[in-house]
């Protein structure tokens, strides 16, 4: 049952940045520690970041460390993940969810396409 709603993907160029949206009416983001996963062509789900309930954790997959960084925004109840300096090895649909672990997350949404190709 999709719960969130994430925006912000597209085709960007290698190097390029975008900044991906989750957010939802349904409850406070706040209440949950909210993960960001991605799923490439061919590929197994992965954890990509996560930020705690209380903002004061943020964790991150070696393979995204010093590009992308996520945070909160309590005010428009959302979740970002500001992605920089993008390779086509960063293409995949990406999805937020209830919690960093994604066998535990109750709530994902529809995940959004993020193509990195020049």
């Known amino acids: 049952q999709v719960q969130l709603v994430e925006s912000g993907g597209g085709l960007v160029q290698p190097g390029g940045s975008l900044r991906l949206s989750c957010q939802t009416s349904?409850?406070?983001?706040?209440?949950?520690?909210i993960g960001w996963f991605r799923r490439a062509p061919g590929e197994e789900r992965e954890a990509v970041s996560c930020?705690?309930?209380?903002?004061?954790?943020?964790t991150y997959a070696d393979s995204v460390k010093g590009r992308f960084t996520i945070s909160r925004d309590s005010g428009k109840n959302a979740v970002y993940l500001q992605m920089n300096n993008l390779t086509p090895e960063d293409t995949a649909v990406y999805y937020c969810?209830?919690?960093?672990?994604?066998?535990?997350?109750?709530?994902w949404g529809q995940g959004t396409q993020v193509t990195v190709s020049s």
């Open positions: 969810a209830t919690d960093c672990n994604d066998k535990r997350a109750w709530y």
């Open positions: 349904a409850f406070t983001l706040d209440d949950f520690n």
């Open positions: 930020i705690s309930s209380r903002s004061d954790t943020t």
